[in-house]
């Protein structure tokens, strides 16, 4: 499975969500949520920034359930999802993960029929591979 690999910009991402908080990374000077994290704002062009926390509430903005999946350790969970997640704090920030049933059960544990575009979210924290990463539960299931 692939786990991500977290950069300089990215770390403290990381090191919140290992706490089980989703934070995005906000310009100092004038405010404005950036994701990617990454070291200047777009805005402002300030170096300045800090971590918001959000609510972690979003709703699902796309969706894709790979056929066939590409890389053979996600054969065996086939069908899974992946989702695109619009934040409800920050609708012009998205973020990529998997909707399931609970935060340590499988890609494949909420059935494909089940996905719409619009269904709200919740996200959930787990490990792989070391990294602590943010997955989408249904807020209502």
């Given at each position: 499975m692939l786990s991500p690999v977290p950069d300089d910009d990215g770390a403290p991402f990381w090191q919140?969500?290992?706490?089980?908080?989703?934070?995005?990374?906000?310009?100092?000077?004038?405010?404005?949520?950036?994701f990617p994290p990454r070291p200047c704002c777009?805005?402002?062009h300030s170096f300045a920034s800090d971590w918001r926390r959000m609510s972690g509430r979003g709703r699902v903005w796309s969706y894709v359930v790979p056929h066939p999946p590409l890389l053979p350790a996600y054969a065996e969970q086939a069908p899974y999802n992946a989702i695109v997640v619009e934040l409800a704090d920050a609708p012009r920030i998205r973020l990529v993960g998997?909707?399931?049933?609970a935060p340590d059960a499988p890609l494949n544990s909420v059935p494909v029929q089940r996905l719409r575009i619009g269904a709200r979210v919740?996200?959930?924290?787990t490990e792989v591979d070391g990294v602590c990463v943010p997955r989408w539960v249904l807020e209502r299931p």
């Open positions: 919140y969500a290992a706490h089980g908080e989703l934070r995005v990374q906000a310009c100092a000077e004038c405010g404005e949520l950036r777009p805005h402002c998997n909707l399931v049933t919740q996200a959930v924290f």
